[in-house]
């Protein structure tokens, strides 16, 4: 019997975000990358959360901290608010509530989230790295534009 995905789909996983995790497929919009990297941060599965984010800031991201806080969390749900997803050519939004307990009770992170699309696959935009670039570089993802016109103003 099929497990439900954690991502809340109501689908079963392995017609969910197994594809997604497993590299046999990509998500096709910024809400399935929102949801397969929730239901991998459930699953402990750091090397997906890395992979899907923006290239250029994977080797930035402190690894450590994520498996810590993956397999320090309770999870507990996600509620995906809206989804918008052109704000712009090569963006889209995805607001969400993310679910855990503590002994305090049910708590959640409540986020507006940015992702881009390169080269027809979304990867999540962290906004907590550090990016040493300036206004006027190319931009992080690739896009041709200089950073100030297309990332920055998500980051």
């Known amino acids: 019997m099929s497990e439900q995905c954690a991502c809340q789909s ?12 497993a590299n046999k497929q ?30 250029a800031q994977q080797k930035l991201l402190d690894q450590d901290a994520m498996r810590q806080w993956s397999e320090e969390t309770r999870w507990d749900g996600l509620d995906i608010i809206q989804h918008h997803p052109k704000v712009d050519k ?7 509530k993310a679910y855990y307990l503590t002994s305090a009770g049910r708590q959640f992170h409540h986020e507006l989230s940015t992702f881009t699309c390169i080269d027809g696959r979304w990867y999540f935009l962290d906004p907590t790295v550090e990016i040493s670039l300036s206004m006027k570089q190319p931009c992080l993802c690739g ?6 016109q297309c990332c920055a103003t998500y980051l």
Request: with cysteine; hydrophobic share 35%.
């Open 26 to 55: 990509y998500p096709e919009n910024a809400e399935q990358l929102m949801r397969s990297r929730y239901a991998a941060y459930v699953l402990k599965n750091i090397a997906y959360i890395v992979a899907t984010t923006v290239p």
């Open 90 to 96: 090569n963006h889209a939004q995805v607001e969400f």
């Open 10 to 21: 109501g689908q079963d996983y392995e017609n969910c975000c197994q594809p997604f995790h």
């Open 143 to 148: 896009s041709g534009k200089k950073f100030k």
